[in-house]
């Protein structure tokens, strides 16, 4: 036990004093002699009084004195104990990805040493090195605020910031002790950073046991994609598993593959190697380690892991025979390692949308074919067009420009080098700033005999990305929409130029993003790259908006050490995206030695447990006894009056609440207006999406009704109140726990009550909820111990059709699915001349589909859609579909079948045109 105000304490020397003060009250009586009183011997009194203070009232008045005195003190069961002594206490935190899964632990413990510093009066000063700024040693309790705003960081601290906190600490003036927090792993600096501290003062580490696991970037080898998870120091066999994250086709990011990973006896790291569908491969954004909440157990990818579709046409068929001259060899050995191939005509790879389209010598194009490569290349396509003998013979951009050219060109070819030429073969000029080349070595032996030449033009400075010595475009481009066409004005083959003999050709694809090499970018390829920063990591592996960070050269986004000038997340430049992450490839996790003489203690704290109260509160009934007591004493109170007021006093002492304060909050904000809710499925991303969901429908309702309902909530089957929630959206995942019992018996209450559950498997009822389908199955199981009734796919004639808006479809980001309701009863006769039967006044108890209705209901806080639905126009149109269907749904649970009246007969006649 420990003490918040042990001076206090002192106070129980004043016992023995109040001890005899309260033996001499009340005085001893005066003994004097009278005869007369004989005449009183023999009778009894009725009522007698106590001459002196019986000993047990005054036990009893010492401990109410003494529970006051120790409850004032401020006791505590289980007192965090810093040992380190007096004086002021600086507390040294890593702040590093590698502590992030553990930080609110972290946390935990630097409040109690806080809280102790406290009371022993210490200033504290906290120095995150991650974030260094130069210590102030302050109150403890002022730093108990800020605490909430320490994060860890996505990366280990640099040498630049520990040769700052060095400095800084040589600036404050006397002595401190240190605690410091260690994430385990060894950086650079870190040794110095530890003599620094030592020299002025004791120095103890607090880190947890937990080992650091983080894995490194994924690549892409022999159609496979590599893995590999690090633990920083090698143990016993164990098992990790591996999620790679991406949108679905619908959008919705959602985990698409699962791996495990073994880490063998004394080894520190783990591989496997997944062999993915291509498309499949294409729409992973992320992988991450299971139950590893840090910037080091996440991996980005980009296009790296992507191979692209690249649809090659040529102007003339292969020479039979003669492989070397046909005019997309070159291309195609290119391209092999990194790209697939669409085969076919132009209106036939056109539909499959592929990345890029090369036409090496195609000088004319029908124009279905030049209307439909127009539109292709204005959503964001890529055309590669090269030069030959055909395009140089056509009259293809003489008189103008051509859509599908980048500038008008001259009649015929230009021979600089040939054998009928009397000049020489000409070398490129170095690439300039703007060009997407810039940077490349151009090697010496790369000459063109042959091109095609552009028409001088103002715009043909801006348009050429690559020159010849004497100025003559080679590479000229141009924006088209959203994409861009490229002309080489050589051929693709060596028939014209050296160039496709070259590495640099490869180079100038890869810039190009024709060729999305499927290994590391090499600091060669980034030279003269800028590269802009659009989504960073925190130190948790989460990805946030870059907002307003400048770009980043590309060289440095290779070879840099990642930290404050350089953070980890998704780069682009132009169409290529780099993914920067926290490891690289050669990244080795180094444990962190502490010298022996530095005490090393785990971050495992004990719960503080104040008894004050309980002893003030003792205190309260003991004096409430003696007052009893010393009535009864004096004569003043009989002692069945005594017991009653005594039984009264210990019915009034407080007892354990029905309800928590958390949860009369609770009721309180769930029944001042009305709310809707959503059922927690314990997986995050589903749950944030109902939430969403569930706070597009208020919006919706707010602005087209008068239904004007409060911010929506989650609420868990197990502690929360149904009651006060006339709708729950039910979303199901295949791994929510199955609840309870007495969980399940509040659903019955709920439903018997008027309530309405909406569950929705999200899976577009593939299945049919059956048990070919996981949400499906999970369905059956949770909704097995609920008094359901009977169901129906929603009739034409349901009251749900008509609430609000006149529906026949219920779409959500699925669309064209039956959704169930209670079945009508067996007697329903439509009466003639109304167009809905005459169903009974009772709403349907739950509503079952797989629409995912959150997810097209689902808005920011801004009041923008989160999810895509569809596309176009035919997209937007459904997510209103949606926004009705839910409008309908609340009407239906707050009003009823009130819609089956006949007095709204004419009304609904009108409207559906009988």
Same mark, same amino acid.
């Given at each position: 036990?420990?003490?918040?105000?042990?001076?206090?304490?002192?106070?129980?020397?004043?016992?023995?004093?109040?001890?005899?003060?309260?033996?001499?009250?009340?005085? =001893?009586?005066?003994?004097?002699?009278?005869?007369?009183?004989?005449?009183?011997?023999?009778?009894?009194?009725?009522?007698?009084?106590?001459?002196?203070?019986?000993?047990?009232?005054?036990?009893?008045?010492?401990?109410?004195?003494?529970?006051?005195?120790?409850?004032?003190?401020?006791?505590?069961?289980?007192?965090?104990?810093?040992?380190?002594?007096?004086?002021?206490?600086?507390?040294?935190?890593?702040?590093?990805?590698?502590?992030?899964?553990?930080?609110?632990?972290?946390?935990?413990?630097?409040?109690?040493?806080?809280?102790?510093?406290?009371?022993?009066?210490?200033?504290?000063?906290?120095?995150?090195?991650?974030?260094?700024?130069?210590?102030?040693?302050?109150?403890?309790?002022?730093?108990?605020?800020?605490?909430?705003?320490?994060?860890?960081?996505?990366?280990?601290?640099?040498?630049? +910031? $520990?040769?700052?906190?060095?400095?800084?600490?040589?600036? $404050?003036?006397?002595?401190?002790?240190?605690?410091?927090?260690?994430?385990?792993?060894?950086?650079?600096?870190?040794?110095?950073?530890?003599?620094?501290?030592?020299?002025?003062?004791?120095?103890t580490v607090y880190r947890s046991s937990a080992p650091v696991v983080a894995v490194a970037p994924a690549s892409y080898q022999d159609g496979a994609i590599q893995l590999t998870a690090l633990r920083a120091e090698p143990g016993g066999a164990e098992t990790i598993t591996v999620l790679a994250q991406g949108r679905d086709p619908a959008g919705a990011m959602r985990v698409l593959h699962t791996t495990e990973m073994q880490f063998e006896t004394g080894s520190d790291t783990a591989q496997t190697e997944l062999a993915l569908p291509s498309e499949l491969r294409a729409r992973i954004t992320r992988f991450e380690i299971q139950g590893q909440r840090s910037a080091g157990a996440v991996t980005l990818t980009d296009d790296s892991l992507r191979r692209r579709e690249v649809a090659l046409i040529a102007g003339t068929l292969n020479r039979e025979g003669l492989e070397l001259l046909s005019p997309l060899h070159y291309l195609t050995q290119v391209l092999i390692p990194t790209a697939d191939f669409v085969e076919g005509g132009l209106l036939e790879v056109l539909p499959a949308n592929p990345d890029v389209i090369v036409l090496a010598d195609v000088a004319t194009l029908s124009d279905t074919e030049q209307a439909r490569l127009t539109e292709w290349v204005e959503q964001g396509g890529l055309l590669l067009r090269f030069a030959g003998p055909r395009m140089a013979a056509s009259d293809l951009g003489r008189d103008a420009e051509d859509t599908l050219l980048p500038v008008r060109l001259r009649s015929g070819g230009r021979s600089v080098g040939g054998a009928m030429s009397w000049g020489e073969a000409k070398g490129l000029a170095p690439f300039p700033e703007g060009s997407p080349f810039f940077g490349l070595q151009i090697p010496p032996d790369v000459t063109v005999t042959t091109q095609v030449m552009a028409q001088p033009d103002p715009n043909l400075a801006d348009r050429a990305i690559a020159s010849l010595s004497d100025g003559t475009p080679l590479?000229?481009?141009?924006?088209?929409?959203?994409?861009?066409?490229?002309?080489?004005?050589?051929?693709?083959?060596?028939?014209?130029?050296?160039?496709?003999?070259?590495?640099?050709?490869?180079?100038?694809?890869?810039?190009?993003?024709?060729?999305?090499?499927?290994?590391?970018?090499?600091?060669?390829?980034?030279?003269?790259?800028?590269?802009?920063?659009?989504?960073?990591?925190?130190?948790?592996?989460?990805?946030?908006?870059?907002?307003?960070?400048?770009?980043?050269?590309?060289?440095?986004?290779?070879?840099? +050490?990642?930290?404050?000038?350089?953070?980890?997340?998704?780069?682009?430049?132009?169409?290529?995206?780099?993914?920067?992450?926290?490891?690289?490839?050669?990244?080795?996790?180094?444990?962190?030695?502490?010298?022996?003489?530095?005490?090393?203690?785990?971050?495992?704290?004990?719960?503080?447990?104040?008894?004050?109260?309980?002893?003030?509160?003792?205190?309260?009934?003991?004096?409430?006894?003696?007052?009893?007591?010393?009535?009864?004493?004096?004569?003043?109170?009989?002692?069945?009056?005594?017991?009653?007021?005594?039984?009264?006093?210990?019915?009034?002492?407080?007892?354990?609440?029905?309800?928590?304060?958390?949860?009369?909050?609770?009721?309180?904000?769930?029944?001042?207006?009305?709310?809707?809710?959503?059922?927690?499925?314990?997986?995050?991303?589903?749950?944030?999406?109902?939430?969403?969901?569930?706070?597009?429908?208020?919006?919706?309702?707010?602005?087209?009704?008068?239904?004007?309902?409060?911010?929506?909530?989650?609420?868990?089957?197990?502690?929360?109140?149904?009651?006060?929630?006339?709708?729950?959206?039910?979303?199901?995942?295949?791994?929510?726990?199955?609840?309870?019992?007495?969980?399940?018996?509040?659903?019955?209450?709920?439903?018997?009550?008027?309530?309405?559950?909406?569950?929705?498997?999200?899976?577009?009822? $593939?299945?049919?909820?059956?048990?070919?389908?996981?949400?499906?199955?999970?369905?059956?199981?949770?909704?097995?111990?609920?008094?359901?009734?009977?169901?129906?796919?929603?009739?034409?004639?349901?009251?749900?059709?008509?609430?609000?808006?006149?529906?026949?479809?219920?779409?959500?980001?699925?669309?064209?699915?039956?959704?169930?309701?209670?079945?009508?009863?067996?007697?329903?006769?439509?009466?003639?001349?109304?167009?809905?039967?005459?169903?009974?006044?009772?709403?349907?108890?739950?509503?079952?589909?797989?629409?995912?209705?959150?997810?097209?209901?689902?808005?920011?806080?801004?009041? +923008? =859609?989160?999810?895509?639905?569809?596309?176009?126009?035919?997209?937007?149109?459904?997510?209103?579909?949606?926004?009705?269907?839910?409008?309908?749904?609340?009407?239906?649970?707050?009003?009823?079948?009130?819609?089956?009246?006949?007095?709204?007969?004419? =009304?609904?006649?009108?409207?559906?045109?009988?």
């Amino acid at each position: 036990m420990g003490f918040t105000a042990p001076w206090v304490l002192l106070g129980l020397l004043t016992l023995p004093i109040l001890w005899l003060i309260l033996r001499a009250v009340p005085p =001893a009586p005066i003994r004097r002699l009278f005869p007369a009183v004989t005449l009183l011997l023999g009778l009894k009194d009725d009522e007698s009084v106590s001459d002196r203070t019986p000993w047990w009232l005054l036990l009893l008045r010492m401990l109410a004195a003494a529970a006051i005195i120790i409850g004032l003190a401020g006791p505590v069961l289980n007192p965090a104990r810093d040992e380190a002594g007096s004086g002021p206490l600086l507390l040294v935190l890593d702040a590093s990805w590698a502590g992030a899964s553990r930080w609110s632990a972290t946390l935990d413990q630097i409040d109690a040493q806080l809280t102790e510093a406290g009371r022993a009066g210490r200033p504290v000063s906290i120095l995150r090195l991650t974030d260094a700024e130069a210590p102030v040693f302050q109150a403890a309790e002022a730093w108990r605020g800020r605490l909430p705003g320490l994060t860890p960081m996505p990366w280990q601290p640099t040498e630049a +910031q $520990i040769d700052g906190a060095v400095a800084a600490l040589g600036e $404050i003036p006397g002595g401190f002790d240190t605690h410091w927090f260690s994430d385990r792993l060894s950086y650079a600096g870190h040794d110095r950073l530890l003599s620094a501290l030592q020299s002025r003062g004791a120095v103890t580490v607090y880190r947890s046991s937990a080992p650091v696991v983080a894995v490194a970037p994924a690549s892409y080898q022999d159609g496979a994609i590599q893995l590999t998870a690090l633990r920083a120091e090698p143990g016993g066999a164990e098992t990790i598993t591996v999620l790679a994250q991406g949108r679905d086709p619908a959008g919705a990011m959602r985990v698409l593959h699962t791996t495990e990973m073994q880490f063998e006896t004394g080894s520190d790291t783990a591989q496997t190697e997944l062999a993915l569908p291509s498309e499949l491969r294409a729409r992973i954004t992320r992988f991450e380690i299971q139950g590893q909440r840090s910037a080091g157990a996440v991996t980005l990818t980009d296009d790296s892991l992507r191979r692209r579709e690249v649809a090659l046409i040529a102007g003339t068929l292969n020479r039979e025979g003669l492989e070397l001259l046909s005019p997309l060899h070159y291309l195609t050995q290119v391209l092999i390692p990194t790209a697939d191939f669409v085969e076919g005509g132009l209106l036939e790879v056109l539909p499959a949308n592929p990345d890029v389209i090369v036409l090496a010598d195609v000088a004319t194009l029908s124009d279905t074919e030049q209307a439909r490569l127009t539109e292709w290349v204005e959503q964001g396509g890529l055309l590669l067009r090269f030069a030959g003998p055909r395009m140089a013979a056509s009259d293809l951009g003489r008189d103008a420009e051509d859509t599908l050219l980048p500038v008008r060109l001259r009649s015929g070819g230009r021979s600089v080098g040939g054998a009928m030429s009397w000049g020489e073969a000409k070398g490129l000029a170095p690439f300039p700033e703007g060009s997407p080349f810039f940077g490349l070595q151009i090697p010496p032996d790369v000459t063109v005999t042959t091109q095609v030449m552009a028409q001088p033009d103002p715009n043909l400075a801006d348009r050429a990305i690559a020159s010849l010595s004497d100025g003559t475009p080679l590479v000229t481009r141009k924006a088209l929409g959203l994409g861009q066409v490229v002309l080489f004005h050589v051929t693709a083959d060596a028939e014209w130029s050296s160039l496709p003999l070259s590495g640099l050709f490869v180079e100038m694809l890869d810039r190009l993003a024709v060729a999305s090499a499927a290994k590391s970018r090499q600091v060669e390829q980034l030279q003269g790259t800028t590269w802009e920063p659009i989504q960073i990591l925190d130190g948790f592996g989460t990805l946030s908006d870059a907002g307003n960070l400048p770009g980043v050269d590309g060289v440095a986004l290779v070879s840099g +050490q990642v930290g404050p000038e350089l953070r980890p997340g998704l780069y682009e430049s132009g169409k290529q995206k780099l993914a920067l992450n926290v490891l690289a490839e050669d990244t080795v996790l180094t444990p962190a030695v502490w010298p022996p003489d530095v005490p090393i203690k785990g971050q495992e704290i004990s719960t503080e447990t104040p008894i004050g109260g309980i002893l003030l509160s003792l205190a309260l009934i003991l004096l409430t006894v003696d007052v009893i007591a010393s009535l009864a004493l004096s004569g003043r109170l009989g002692l069945a009056r005594a017991t009653a007021m005594v039984l009264g006093a210990l019915l009034l002492v407080p007892q354990a609440q029905a309800q928590t304060p958390e949860e009369t909050e609770f009721a309180l904000n769930s029944t001042q207006e009305l709310v809707l809710a959503h059922v927690l499925t314990g997986d995050a991303q589903v749950d944030d999406i109902a939430l969403a969901g569930m706070r597009g429908l208020v919006q919706t309702l707010y602005y087209r009704t008068s239904v004007e309902p409060a911010e929506p909530v989650g609420v868990d089957l197990e502690r929360d109140e149904l009651a006060f929630f006339p709708l729950l959206y039910w979303p199901i995942t295949p791994d929510q726990p199955q609840p309870s019992a007495e969980a399940y018996a509040k659903l019955n209450a709920y439903l018997r009550s008027g309530g309405m559950i909406l569950f929705d498997t999200r899976d577009a009822n $593939i299945a049919g909820f059956g048990a070919a389908s996981a949400n499906g199955r999970k369905l059956q199981q949770l909704a097995g111990p609920l008094n359901i009734p009977s169901l129906e796919p929603i009739p034409r004639d349901h009251v749900l059709t008509r609430t609000f808006y006149l529906l026949q479809d219920f779409p959500g980001r699925y669309g064209g699915t039956e959704v169930w309701v209670e079945s009508a009863p067996l007697d329903a006769e439509q009466i003639e001349g109304m167009p809905f039967r005459n169903l009974n006044d009772n709403v349907t108890p739950v509503v079952i589909g797989g629409n995912d209705w959150a997810g097209a209901w689902a808005v920011d806080r801004n009041g +923008q =859609a989160l999810l895509p639905v569809g596309r176009g126009y035919a997209g937007e149109r459904q997510r209103e579909l949606a926004h009705r269907f839910g409008v309908n749904l609340v009407m239906h649970v707050l009003t009823g079948n009130y819609k089956s009246d006949q007095v709204h007969v004419p =009304a609904l006649l009108d409207r559906l045109g009988q």
